[in-house]
């Protein structure tokens, strides 16, 4: 017997008078209601109601047992809600800075479909560690290696002016050669500044032959994207953000330079969802392929 369900009736109809209006109160049936109180009557032994008269009265050991089915209904209901909060409770995720607004508020609408409730936390690659490490946010989306990714955003080179070449050799910037093109800067954005990437580009320009300035970090991406705008400096990026700053993009010679996310979860539900329901929507973000 669902003690919950009969005592739910039980109430109802107590504070009624009627089964008729009890039930109707309670959203079931006069038969559903006449069965579960007299179950419950039967699990406790006793006559909850007087039916010996046209009006429903309590018995005294109904009145009795009243104040206690009370408390037993309204702690099953704020069970109910606090079960309803705990579903819906907002999942702070750290996500790349880099994210464009307008796909993470797509995102966030995305996760709702899904019943989950996105709390997004821009920040930087070594900010996002931090705080995943220190359960300061549920998830994040951490810079990997390319072979440990979920996603993988490719990486190339983006100018104010379109490129001669269908790929970018890094020969073609040492100083001394055409005076447009000496010193010709690499720019690398805060979010690219870690050492799967940012060390094997600086390796790569100093074979090349690359002054050791030639590969810098800039300090923000909106500052790197300006002298990209305004200069013949070049900004390490992904299509997706060449594309959104108006600038032409050409991929890079040599090793390739893929930037790699993966999820860090302090609840393995968490990862799940992200990983699998979410997949494609989290790539949109990012600029990868889903």
Same mark, same amino acid.
């Given at each position: 017997?669902?003690?919950?369900?009969?005592?739910?009736?039980?109430? *109802?109809?107590?504070?009624?008078?009627?089964?008729?209006?009890?039930?109707? !109160?309670?959203?079931?049936? #006069?038969?559903? !209601?006449?069965?579960?109180?007299?179950?419950?009557?039967?699990?406790?032994?006793?006559? $909850?109601?007087?039916?010996?008269?046209?009006?429903?009265?309590?018995?005294?050991?109904?009145?009795?047992?009243?104040?206690?089915?009370?408390? %037993?209904?309204? $702690?099953?209901?704020?069970?109910?809600?606090?079960?309803?909060?705990? &579903?819906?409770?907002?999942?702070?995720?750290?996500?790349?800075?880099?994210?464009?607004?307008?796909? %993470?508020? *797509?995102?966030?609408?995305?996760?709702?479909?899904?019943?989950?409730? $996105?709390?997004?936390?821009?920040?930087?690659? #070594?900010?996002?560690?931090?705080?995943?490490?220190?359960?300061?946010?549920?998830?994040?989306?951490?810079?990997?290696?390319?072979?440990?990714?979920? @996603? &993988?955003?490719?990486?190339?080179?983006?100018?104010?002016?379109?490129?001669? !070449?269908?790929?970018?050799?890094?020969?073609? +910037?040492?100083?001394?050669? *055409?005076?447009?093109?000496? &010193?010709?800067?690499? %720019?690398? #954005?805060?979010?690219?500044?870690? *050492?799967?990437? &940012?060390?094997p580009l600086t390796r790569a320009g100093q074979s090349a032959g690359l002054a050791p300035a030639q590969v810098t970090v800039a300090p923000s991406l909106v500052d790197a994207?300006?002298?990209? +705008?305004?200069?013949?400096?070049? $900004?390490?990026?992904?299509?997706? #953000?060449?594309?959104?700053?108006?600038?032409? @993009?050409?991929?890079?010679?040599?090793?390739?330079?893929?930037?790699?996310?993966?999820?860090?979860?302090? +609840?393995?539900?968490?990862?799940?969802?992200?990983?699998?329901? +979410?997949?494609?929507?989290?790539?949109?973000? %990012?600029?990868?392929?889903?």
């Amino acid at each position: 017997m669902d003690v919950v369900a009969a005592c739910r009736a039980f109430v *109802a109809v107590s504070g009624h008078g009627s089964f008729t209006s009890g039930a109707a !109160a309670a959203g079931i049936p #006069q038969s559903v !209601a006449s069965r579960r109180i007299a179950g419950l009557e039967e699990h406790f032994g006793a006559r $909850l109601f007087d039916r010996s008269s046209r009006a429903v009265r309590l018995t005294p050991f109904g009145q009795d047992m009243l104040p206690t089915a009370r408390r %037993l209904v309204d $702690l099953a209901d704020a069970m109910a809600d606090d079960a309803e909060r705990a &579903r819906l409770r907002p999942l702070r995720v750290a996500v790349p800075e880099i994210c464009p607004p307008h796909r %993470l508020a *797509a995102l966030v609408v995305a996760s709702r479909r899904h019943r989950l409730d $996105l709390e997004v936390r821009p920040a930087g690659p #070594q900010e996002r560690a931090r705080l995943c490490q220190t359960l300061e946010v549920g998830a994040g989306l951490v810079a990997v290696t390319e072979a440990a990714a979920s @996603w &993988r955003v490719p990486l190339g080179l983006a100018a104010r002016t379109p490129f001669p !070449a269908s790929t970018v050799f890094l020969e073609t +910037l040492r100083s001394g050669r *055409a005076r447009t093109q000496a &010193r010709r800067r690499i %720019l690398i #954005q805060p979010e690219d500044d870690v *050492a799967h990437l &940012r060390d094997p580009l600086t390796r790569a320009g100093q074979s090349a032959g690359l002054a050791p300035a030639q590969v810098t970090v800039a300090p923000s991406l909106v500052d790197a994207a300006a002298t990209a +705008l305004s200069s013949p400096d070049l $900004l390490l990026c992904s299509r997706q #953000q060449a594309e959104d700053f108006g600038l032409h @993009w050409c991929p890079l010679a040599g090793p390739p330079l893929v930037r790699g996310y993966d999820i860090a979860a302090g +609840l393995r539900e968490d990862l799940e969802q992200l990983r699998t329901v +979410l997949h494609a929507d989290l790539a949109q973000c %990012l600029g990868a392929a889903a």
